[in-house]
């Protein structure tokens, strides 16, 4: 059967990962959440006190990380490895949070980042979540979905998630970081946060898992037969 190429884009915690995860599984594709990388990368740059503003570091940093995404048996899904180290769970803490947008806007962290997911798609029947997939990395994507929903549906099930790990968190601090990286990811300079002219927009306020995803899949199953 063919097999194509779907990326989702949107705003932070608008849901991408969770729908690109669940299409990849039922079409059998592999799903690469592109967030990670840069999460990763910002873990990397805070962990070695590299400091961003200058070019020569960003790119002596950059030549020290490997990226790979590795199967994890256990929770049946790919983790982020950053340096042959499993940094998944790392990678989702407020301090990288706070701080990757600003190294995401940078224009040598992204040409190193889009150059290895634009090599994971080489042979399509993928699924791939993030900010500029449908515009940078696959303009030719045959399925670009721009995933939408309503901001404070979104910090709701963002706080979630993270009081889930770390009581102490406020709603307040959630909120003022989702607002601080779509203003970041949506105003930088290089490849920001756009919906792609040819992406189909979903959004998911009112819809539960179950229901976007059939929509979603709808539109892979009928790109895949034309
Ligand atoms: O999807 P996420 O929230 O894990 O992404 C983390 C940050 O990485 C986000 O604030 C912006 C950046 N990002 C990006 O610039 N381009 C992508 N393709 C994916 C993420």
New binding site residues.
């Given amino acids: 059967m063919k097999k194509i190429i779907i990326t989702l884009d949107g705003y932070?915690?608008c849901g991408?990962?969770t729908l690109a995860r669940q299409l990849a599984n039922e079409l059998n594709y592999v799903f690469i959440?592109?967030?990670?990388m840069?999460?990763a990368i910002t873990l990397y740059f805070l962990r070695q006190h590299v400091d961003w503003r200058h070019e020569k570091e960003v790119h002596k940093a950059l030549g020290e990380i490997t990226l790979d995404f590795q199967y994890n048996d256990q929770s049946g899904q790919s983790d982020m490895f950053l340096n042959d180290e499993n940094v998944e769970a790392l990678i989702r803490d407020m301090l990288v949070s706070e701080h990757?947008?600003e190294v995401?806007a940078l224009k040598e962290v992204r040409e190193f980042a889009v150059a290895q997911q634009q090599q994971m798609g080489v042979k399509k029947g993928i699924v791939m979540?993030?900010?500029?997939?449908g515009t940078t990395?696959f303009p030719k994507a045959e399925l670009k979905i721009f995933v939408t929903a309503d901001p404070a549906i979104r910090v709701e099930r963002r706080f979630k998630e993270l009081y889930a790990k770390n009581p102490s968190i406020t709603v307040e601090e959630v909120k003022a970081n989702l607002e601080m990286?779509d203003y970041i990811?949506s105003n930088r300079e290089f490849s920001p946060l756009r919906r792609a002219e040819d992406a189909v927009e979903l959004d998911n306020t009112n819809l539960t898992r179950d229901e976007q995803l059939a929509i979603a899949l709808q539109w892979a199953k009928e790109k895949i037969a034309g």
Wanted: proline fraction near 0%; glycine fraction near 10%.
């Fill in positions: 932070s915690s991408k990962s959440d592109s967030g990670a840069y999460r990757v947008s995401a979540d993030g900010r500029d997939i990395v990286r990811d």
